[in-house]
């Protein structure tokens, strides 16, 4: 495609529930990262793809969250009995980060 | 350890110039990357300095010393619509290349 898309944009949730977050990155871009950024603080590394490596889980804030990429194509985030705190805006990026998808703000009630 | 380091706020005029700068502690170096932010938007990529020196791109401009481990992004000719945060973030080859961001920097543009 011609860029990052993210879906869904908005999401609100209430607390407990699982959501499933999805990123659809540039073709052939092999690198994709997700980054939660809550609101108005700095990008928070989540996790991040790169070719047919082990993915880097390094900031994956608990067990309630696990990521998974097919191949060089589309990646999902997944958080397991949301709660308040994961409110914030979830952000895709392709290939070294230079490109971002639009985000997609998860409210959990 | 890895750090990245650039001012909280900053605050400038209309038409002015300002500089933000952006060190960076890190154990490999692959580039150093701008970004820029509007409040509620997903970042926008600014600027690339793999080699010392300054890149100029219109109002913008970036420099880089990796001796130092310092850059700056040169804003001129301020605009309000340059109201945003401005990212600063360094790709690090002993994180299997993997993007270190600093906290950002919100700049201010009064007229």
């Known amino acids: 495609g011609a860029g990052v898309s993210q879906s869904p944009s908005n999401k609100v949730t209430e607390k407990g529930k699982d959501v499933e977050l999805r990123c659809d990155p540039i073709s052939g871009h092999t690198a994709l990262y997700w980054y939660r950024q809550r609101l108005g603080q700095g990008l928070e590394f989540l996790i991040y793809?790169?070719?047919?490596?082990?993915?880097?889980k390094s900031g994956l804030p608990s067990d309630r969250f696990s990521a998974e990429r097919t191949g060089e194509s589309v990646s999902t985030l997944t958080i397991q009995r949301t709660q308040q705190e994961d409110s914030a805006v979830y952000l895709c990026a392709s290939l070294g980060g230079g490109f971002f998808g639009p985000g997609t703000r998860l409210t959990v009630l | 350890g890895q750090n990245i380091d650039q001012p909280t706020e900053m605050t400038a005029t209309e038409g002015a110039i300002v500089q933000i700068n952006c060190t960076y502690q890190t154990s490999g170096f692959n580039g150093l990357f701008w970004y820029q932010q509007h409040a509620g938007e997903a970042p926008t990529f600014l600027s690339y300095?793999?080699l010392d020196g300054l890149e100029e791109k219109g109002r913008f401009s970036s420099f880089l010393s990796r001796s130092k481990g310092y850059s700056y992004l040169l804003l001129k000719e301020l605009q309000m619509k340059d109201s945003a945060s401005y990212l600063c973030a360094v790709r690090d080859l002993g994180s299997n290349y993997q993007l270190i961001w600093g906290a950002g920097t919100k700049l201010i543009i009064k007229p």
């Open positions: 793809f790169q070719g047919n490596s082990a993915p880097d």
């Open positions: 300095n793999v």
